[in-house]
T-cell receptor, first 116, second 111 residues
Framework: DAGVIQSPRHEVTEMGQEVTLRCKPISGHNSLFWYRQTMMRGLELLIY????????DSGMPEDRFSAKMPNASFSTLKIQPSEPRDSAVYFCASSLSPSGITDTQYFGPGTRLTVL | DAKTTQPTSMDCAEGRAANLPCNHSTISGNEYVYWYRQIHSQGPQYIIHGLKNNETNEMASLIITEDRKSSTLILPHATLRDTAVYYC????????????FGTGTRLQVTL
């Protein structure tokens, strides 16, 4: 099993540019999570999907952030326009969540985003 | 609304057991105790979880007190590769439960 795959691993962009982060969850997993980690705020959940449907996006900072999951094997997190304060490491995680049973999340290696 | 309290940092000599405590005095009956760790520059890694009984797997043991208000993660023979930030998280059952990470314990394993 390849685990959760994220791309790119590193992204450097200029303020105002659009950034798209990509995630491929573990095959067969039905929940997907996007997290952001900074020194100041630690690791925080942005949004999660269950069976490709967004369940909770209360952690998304503002309208500049959007996430999609068009199918069970792919998700994107888009920032448009990007700002320097968006610089962080973005993690994607997936889990297998049978109803009523607690689940374990498996994290990808992260995308380190730097906005200049 | 921190649900867990952990020491900021701990040291452990290589080869010795590392005992990482966690207080979760407001834990609810349906909440599990999860442990994850994050090695520098990597994504968090699941270690173990439990509800009320003690648990053991190939990575660690989890000891939960009878009142469930605290727990201890035990790495029986710590190695340098166990140097990481360890997060204790309480998490309810249910579909796609969210993980709320605190600041964790930074464990430094030394020679």
């Amino acid at each position: 099993d390849a685990g959760v795959i994220q791309s790119p691993r590193h992204e450097v962009t200029e303020m105002g540019q659009e950034v798209t982060l990509r995630c491929k969850p573990i095959s067969g997993h039905n929940s997907l999570f996007w997290y952001r980690q900074t020194m100041m705020r630690g690791l925080e959940l942005l949004i999660y999907f269950n069976n490709n449907v967004p369940i909770d996006d209360s952690g998304m900072p503002e309208d500049r952030f959007s996430a999609k999951m068009p199918n069970a094997s792919f998700s994107t997190l888009k920032i448009q326009p990007s700002e320097p304060r968006d610089s962080a490491v973005y993690f994607c995680a997936s889990s297998l969540s049978p109803s009523g049973i607690t689940d374990t999340q498996y994290f990808g290696p992260g995308t380190r985003l730097t906005v200049l | 609304d921190a649900k867990t309290t952990q020491p900021t940092s701990m040291d452990c000599a290589e080869g010795r057991a590392a005992n990482l405590p966690c207080n979760h005095s407001t834990i609810s009956g349906n909440e599990y105790v999860y442990w994850y760790r994050q090695i520098h520059s990597q994504g968090p890694q699941y270690i173990i979880h439990g509800l009320k009984n003690n648990e053991t797997n190939e990575m660690a043991s989890l000891i939960i007190t009878e009142d469930r208000k605290s727990s201890t993660l035990i790495l029986p023979h710590a190695t340098l590769r166990d140097t990481a930030v360890y997060y204790c998280i309480v998490n309810p059952t249910g579909t796609a439960s969210k993980l709320t990470f605190g600041t964790g314990t930074r464990l430094q394993v030394t020679l």
